[in-house]
């Protein structure tokens, strides 16, 4: 899943869709992968996932990351990714 990282926000949360990425906000800053282990509670948490289920696979250096998933099936994480979404546009 493609995301987009905002650091040093004054909330951490799921804000939206940008493009084909998820824009995400934490309050962690930039440093020593604090807003790395930041981004993958948050999302883990959104997703009822452990996040034991998530890594960073790219752009771990970068706002722009590529987070891979296991432990879940593609349907099951497709279906918990829409209700995601969903829910962040109805804010």
Do not use: H, Y
């Amino acid at each position: 899943m493609a995301v987009r990282v905002s650091p040093g926000a004054k909330q951490s949360r799921i804000q939206g869709r940008l493009g084909n990425r998820l824009k995400v906000r934490v309050v962690a800053p930039p440093e020593a992968g604090r807003a790395n282990e930041g981004v993958l509670e948050l999302i883990a948490s959104a997703l009822g996932l452990s996040v034991r289920n998530l890594e960073i696979v790219a752009g771990s250096s970068s706002r722009d990351k590529v987070i891979a998933f296991s432990g879940i099936d593609d349907a099951d994480l497709r279906a918990r990714l829409a209700t995601l979404v969903a829910s962040v546009g109805a804010e």
